[in-house]
Protein backbone atom coordinates (compact mmCIF):
# COMPACT_ATOMS: atom_id res chain seq x y z
CA UNK A 1 0.00 0.00 0.00
CA UNK A 2 1.48 3.46 -0.85
CA UNK A 3 1.60 6.13 1.77
CA UNK A 4 -1.67 8.26 0.05
CA UNK A 5 -3.56 4.34 0.63
CA UNK A 6 -4.97 4.14 -2.13
CA UNK A 7 -5.20 0.91 -3.58
CA UNK A 8 -3.66 0.08 -6.82
CA UNK A 9 -7.18 -1.45 -8.11
CA UNK A 10 -9.31 1.82 -7.79
CA UNK A 11 -6.34 3.69 -9.32
CA UNK A 12 -6.68 1.65 -12.24
CA UNK A 13 -10.57 1.65 -11.96
CA UNK A 14 -10.37 5.62 -12.32
CA UNK A 15 -8.41 5.15 -15.31
CA UNK A 16 -10.61 3.20 -16.76
CA UNK A 17 -13.37 4.95 -16.41
CA UNK A 18 -11.96 8.14 -17.62
CA UNK A 19 -10.46 6.22 -20.56
CA UNK A 20 -14.33 4.66 -21.51
CA UNK A 21 -15.82 8.73 -21.12
CA UNK A 22 -12.93 10.13 -23.24
CA UNK A 23 -14.93 10.53 -26.62
CA UNK A 24 -12.14 11.67 -27.99
CA UNK A 25 -10.31 8.22 -28.35
CA UNK A 26 -14.14 6.78 -29.38
CA UNK A 27 -14.75 7.80 -32.99
CA UNK A 28 -17.17 5.23 -33.80
CA UNK A 29 -17.45 3.14 -37.21
CA UNK A 30 -16.76 5.72 -39.94
CA UNK A 31 -19.58 5.22 -42.69
CA UNK A 32 -19.10 7.06 -46.11
CA UNK A 33 -22.00 7.07 -48.87
CA UNK A 34 -21.39 4.05 -51.43
CA UNK A 35 -20.29 6.76 -53.93
CA UNK A 36 -17.21 7.59 -51.91
CA UNK A 37 -16.35 4.22 -50.62
CA UNK A 38 -13.26 4.52 -53.33
CA UNK A 39 -10.81 7.37 -52.02
CA UNK A 40 -9.94 9.73 -55.35
CA UNK A 41 -7.01 8.13 -57.29
CA UNK A 42 -7.72 4.78 -56.31
CA UNK A 43 -7.96 1.34 -58.37
CA UNK A 44 -9.92 -1.44 -57.06
CA UNK A 45 -7.80 -4.63 -57.53
CA UNK A 46 -9.15 -8.24 -56.45
CA UNK A 47 -5.70 -10.17 -55.48
CA UNK A 48 -3.90 -8.72 -52.72
CA UNK A 49 -0.32 -7.20 -53.42
CA UNK A 50 2.61 -7.68 -51.34
CA UNK A 51 4.61 -4.24 -50.41
CA UNK A 52 7.26 -4.49 -47.66
CA UNK A 53 11.02 -3.43 -47.22
CA UNK A 54 11.91 -6.45 -48.98
CA UNK A 55 13.07 -8.87 -45.33
CA UNK A 56 10.12 -10.72 -44.39
CA UNK A 57 11.24 -11.68 -41.09
CA UNK A 58 9.89 -15.16 -39.88
CA UNK A 59 8.53 -15.44 -36.07
CA UNK A 60 6.88 -18.81 -34.79
CA UNK A 61 4.29 -18.08 -32.11
CA UNK A 62 6.57 -19.33 -29.39
CA UNK A 63 9.30 -16.67 -29.81
CA UNK A 64 6.57 -14.22 -30.98
CA UNK A 65 6.04 -11.18 -28.02
CA UNK A 66 3.79 -8.06 -27.89
CA UNK A 67 5.20 -4.86 -26.15
CA UNK A 68 2.94 -1.62 -25.58
CA UNK A 69 5.26 0.93 -23.47
CA UNK A 70 5.18 4.50 -23.19
CA UNK A 71 2.33 6.56 -21.74
CA UNK A 72 0.30 3.58 -20.15
CA UNK A 73 -0.70 2.43 -16.79
CA UNK A 74 0.99 -1.07 -16.99
CA UNK A 75 3.36 -1.84 -19.73
CA UNK A 76 2.59 -5.03 -21.07
CA UNK A 77 4.80 -7.79 -22.58
CA UNK A 78 2.25 -10.40 -24.24
CA UNK A 79 3.20 -14.22 -25.38
CA UNK A 80 1.00 -15.55 -27.97
CA UNK A 81 -1.38 -16.90 -25.31
CA UNK A 82 -1.45 -13.89 -23.48
CA UNK A 83 -2.53 -12.28 -26.64
CA UNK A 84 -5.30 -14.68 -27.35
CA UNK A 85 -6.56 -14.94 -24.58
CA UNK A 86 -7.70 -10.67 -24.90
CA UNK A 87 -10.17 -12.04 -26.97
CA UNK A 88 -11.41 -12.82 -30.00
CA UNK A 89 -12.83 -9.73 -32.61
CA UNK A 90 -13.87 -9.84 -36.57
CA UNK A 91 -13.38 -6.91 -39.00
CA UNK A 92 -14.46 -6.72 -42.76
CA UNK A 93 -12.73 -3.42 -44.38
CA UNK A 94 -11.39 -1.95 -47.18
CA UNK A 95 -7.70 -1.84 -47.68
CA UNK A 96 -6.21 1.74 -49.11
CA UNK A 97 -2.32 1.36 -50.50
CA UNK A 98 -0.82 4.38 -51.45
CA UNK A 99 0.53 2.94 -54.28
CA UNK A 100 -2.92 3.82 -55.78
CA UNK A 101 -4.73 0.08 -55.47
CA UNK A 102 -7.09 -0.43 -53.00
CA UNK A 103 -9.10 -4.05 -52.43
CA UNK A 104 -12.68 -4.36 -50.70
CA UNK A 105 -14.09 -6.47 -47.94
CA UNK A 106 -11.00 -8.42 -46.91
CA UNK A 107 -12.51 -10.28 -43.50
CA UNK A 108 -10.24 -10.09 -40.70
CA UNK A 109 -10.20 -11.88 -37.50
CA UNK A 110 -7.33 -11.02 -34.19
CA UNK A 111 -7.85 -8.71 -31.09
CA UNK A 112 -9.26 -5.05 -31.36
CA UNK A 113 -6.68 -2.00 -30.71
CA UNK A 114 -9.23 -0.93 -28.25
CA UNK A 115 -9.28 -4.82 -26.09
CA UNK A 116 -5.26 -4.38 -26.35
CA UNK A 117 -5.51 -0.61 -24.74
CA UNK A 118 -8.07 -1.28 -22.04
CA UNK A 119 -5.22 -3.55 -20.65
CA UNK A 120 -2.52 -1.09 -20.93
CA UNK A 121 -4.43 1.99 -20.40
CA UNK A 122 -3.14 5.03 -21.52
CA UNK A 123 -2.51 7.91 -20.11
CA UNK A 124 -4.21 11.31 -20.33
CA UNK A 125 -0.98 12.82 -22.22
CA UNK A 126 -1.25 9.52 -24.82
CA UNK A 127 -1.53 11.21 -28.39
CA UNK A 128 0.34 9.24 -30.69
CA UNK A 129 1.57 6.09 -31.26
CA UNK A 130 4.53 4.77 -32.84
CA UNK A 131 4.54 1.29 -34.03
CA UNK A 132 7.91 -0.75 -34.42
CA UNK A 133 8.18 -4.55 -35.93
CA UNK A 134 10.62 -7.21 -36.55
CA UNK A 135 11.69 -6.45 -39.62
CA UNK A 136 12.97 -3.14 -38.40
CA UNK A 137 10.28 -0.98 -39.95
CA UNK A 138 8.27 1.93 -37.88
CA UNK A 139 5.39 4.44 -38.14
CA UNK A 140 3.45 6.67 -36.46
CA UNK A 141 -0.06 7.45 -36.45
CA UNK A 142 -2.40 9.75 -34.07
CA UNK A 143 -3.65 6.97 -30.98
CA UNK A 144 -7.46 8.19 -31.80
CA UNK A 145 -6.84 6.61 -35.50
CA UNK A 146 -5.13 3.52 -33.68
CA UNK A 147 -7.88 3.08 -31.36
CA UNK A 148 -10.94 3.76 -33.61
CA UNK A 149 -13.73 1.16 -33.87
CA UNK A 150 -12.22 -0.35 -36.97
CA UNK A 151 -8.62 -0.74 -36.09
CA UNK A 152 -7.29 -4.41 -35.23
CA UNK A 153 -4.56 -6.41 -34.65
CA UNK A 154 -5.32 -9.17 -36.97
CA UNK A 155 -4.21 -13.20 -37.07
CA UNK A 156 -6.58 -14.34 -39.52
CA UNK A 157 -7.80 -13.32 -43.33
CA UNK A 158 -10.60 -14.81 -45.13
CA UNK A 159 -10.53 -17.61 -42.42
CA UNK A 160 -6.85 -18.66 -42.51
CA UNK A 161 -4.11 -17.71 -40.24
CA UNK A 162 -2.14 -14.39 -41.73
CA UNK A 163 0.32 -16.02 -43.94
CA UNK A 164 3.92 -14.38 -43.20
CA UNK A 165 4.27 -12.21 -46.35
CA UNK A 166 0.96 -10.32 -45.28
CA UNK A 167 2.65 -9.98 -41.66
CA UNK A 168 1.53 -13.11 -39.83
CA UNK A 169 1.66 -13.97 -37.07
CA UNK A 170 0.21 -10.39 -36.59
CA UNK A 171 -0.16 -7.63 -38.27
CA UNK A 172 -2.20 -3.83 -37.75
CA UNK A 173 -4.87 -2.77 -39.75
CA UNK A 174 -6.53 0.62 -39.45
CA UNK A 175 -8.50 0.30 -42.69
CA UNK A 176 -9.42 4.42 -42.58
CA UNK A 177 -5.49 5.41 -43.24
CA UNK A 178 -2.75 4.28 -46.24
CA UNK A 179 -1.80 0.88 -45.93
CA UNK A 180 1.83 2.00 -45.19
CA UNK A 181 0.73 2.82 -41.65
CA UNK A 182 -0.52 -0.80 -40.93
CA UNK A 183 2.39 -2.27 -39.78
CA UNK A 184 2.70 -5.96 -40.67
CA UNK A 185 4.94 -8.22 -38.36
CA UNK A 186 4.05 -5.59 -35.16
CA UNK A 187 6.39 -6.37 -32.21
CA UNK A 188 6.16 -3.35 -30.54
CA UNK A 189 3.54 -0.31 -29.63
CA UNK A 190 4.67 2.94 -27.78
CA UNK A 191 2.54 5.90 -26.81
CA UNK A 192 4.06 9.02 -27.03
CA UNK A 193 3.17 12.36 -26.27
CA UNK A 194 4.40 14.09 -29.66
CA UNK A 195 3.88 13.02 -32.97
CA UNK A 196 7.37 11.26 -34.51
CA UNK A 197 7.76 10.18 -38.10
CA UNK A 198 8.63 6.40 -39.01
CA UNK A 199 9.92 4.85 -41.69
CA UNK A 200 8.15 6.22 -44.69
CA UNK A 201 7.36 9.64 -42.54
CA UNK A 202 10.79 10.66 -42.69
CA UNK A 203 11.01 9.61 -46.13
CA UNK A 204 8.58 12.13 -47.40
CA UNK A 205 5.02 10.31 -46.43
CA UNK A 206 2.07 12.04 -44.71
CA UNK A 207 2.25 11.97 -40.50
CA UNK A 208 -1.72 10.88 -40.71
CA UNK A 209 -2.31 9.41 -44.42
CA UNK A 210 -5.92 9.88 -44.80
CA UNK A 211 -7.08 7.93 -48.23
CA UNK A 212 -10.31 10.42 -48.73
CA UNK A 213 -7.90 13.48 -48.35
CA UNK A 214 -4.98 12.52 -50.33
CA UNK A 215 -2.36 12.79 -48.02
CA UNK A 216 0.19 11.15 -49.66
CA UNK A 217 3.08 13.03 -49.27
CA UNK A 218 4.18 15.43 -46.65
CA UNK A 219 3.38 18.48 -48.95
CA UNK A 220 0.03 16.75 -49.85
N1 LIG B 1 6.63 -4.33 -40.91
C1 LIG B 1 6.27 -3.76 -42.05
N2 LIG B 1 4.99 -3.38 -42.19
C2 LIG B 1 4.59 -2.80 -43.33
C3 LIG B 1 5.50 -2.55 -44.38
C4 LIG B 1 6.84 -2.96 -44.19
O1 LIG B 1 7.71 -2.79 -45.07
N3 LIG B 1 7.18 -3.57 -43.01
N4 LIG B 1 5.05 -1.93 -45.53
C5 LIG B 1 3.81 -1.16 -45.44
C6 LIG B 1 3.26 -0.83 -46.74
S1 LIG B 1 4.03 0.43 -47.59
C7 LIG B 1 2.12 -1.42 -47.22
S2 LIG B 1 1.37 -0.87 -48.63
C8 LIG B 1 1.50 -2.58 -46.53
C9 LIG B 1 1.44 -3.75 -47.48
O2 LIG B 1 0.86 -4.86 -46.85
P1 LIG B 1 0.68 -6.18 -47.71
O3 LIG B 1 2.05 -6.61 -48.17
O4 LIG B 1 0.05 -7.18 -46.83
O5 LIG B 1 -0.19 -5.81 -48.89
O6 LIG B 1 2.22 -2.96 -45.39
C10 LIG B 1 2.74 -1.90 -44.64
N5 LIG B 1 3.29 -2.44 -43.43
MO1 LIG C 1 2.53 1.03 -49.34
Known amino acids: MSDDQTPVDSKLTSSKRRWASEGKFLTGRIT??????????????????????GQQPVISTESWRLEVRGLVE??????????????????????????????????????????????????????????????????NLPLADFAA????????????PLTPEHGGPMRLVVPHLYFWKSAKWLRRIELIAADEAGFWEKNGYHMHGDPWREQRYSDD
Open 149 to 160: DDAILATSWEGL
Open 32 to 53: RPEAERLPPGQHLVKNWPVLDL
Open 74 to 139: TTLTLTWGDFQAIGQSTRVSDIHCVTTWSRYDNKWKGVSTRDLLDRAMPKPQAAYVMLTSYDGYTT
